[in-house]
């Protein structure tokens, strides 16, 4: 004989995330004195934090022997769980103690940062018969992302 079981008997399963985000970004643009130059620098800074919550899991150990004597002694789980019965735990009156037994909560946390600092240099070098010889220089360092 099979038994399938569904979380659902215990509650209902509840999705909860939250965001925080913050993105800075300064620059800077400028001329070099006496020539055709022109300079460019920036940096960047973002953070994201995310916190994930997800409820009305099965403690699977728990449904096993909900009535299993426990270090603090026996476990006082009025009525005991029926898993028979279609109601949720969380909706039938007196079945505070076995939802709260039961259920489980799983968290996540999540820290994301960026941090970038750029420049660049750009002119003319000399004249060529054909025109002027230009440059241009940039700096990217390399890029970080801590998890």
């Known amino acids: 004989m ?10 209902r399963t509840a999705y909860g995330v939250d965001y925080d985000l ?10 070099v004195p006496g020539r055709d130059w022109t300079w460019d620098v ?3 800074y973002g953070r994201t934090d995310a916190s994930e919550r997800t409820s009305g899991l099965g403690r699977c ?10 270090r603090r002694g026996r476990l006082d789980l009025p ?12 909706s039938t009156p007196g079945q ?13 946390e999540t820290e994301l940062t960026q941090q970038i600092v750029e420049g660049s240099l750009q ?3 000399l004249d060529l018969p054909a025109g002027r ?4 220089l940039s700096q990217l360092p390399p890029q970080h992302v801590r998890l």
Not at 5 to 11: L, P, Q, Y
Not at 133 to 136: E, I, M, S, T
């Open 22 to 31: 913050m993105e800075t970004l300064v620059g800077l643009r400028g001329e």
């Open 133 to 136: 010889l230009r440059f241009a």
């Open 2 to 11: 099979n038994f399938t079981f569904s979380t659902s008997r215990i509650g």
């Open 79 to 90: 009525g005991g769980f029926n898993p028979f019965i279609p109601a949720a735990l969380e």
């Open 96 to 108: 505070e103690a076995c939802f709260n037994y039961l259920n489980r909560t799983l968290s996540e």
């Open 61 to 70: 150990r728990g449904l096993e022997h909900p009535h299993q004597r426990g």
């Open 123 to 125: 002119g003319s070098l």
């Open 42 to 44: 920036y940096g960047s």
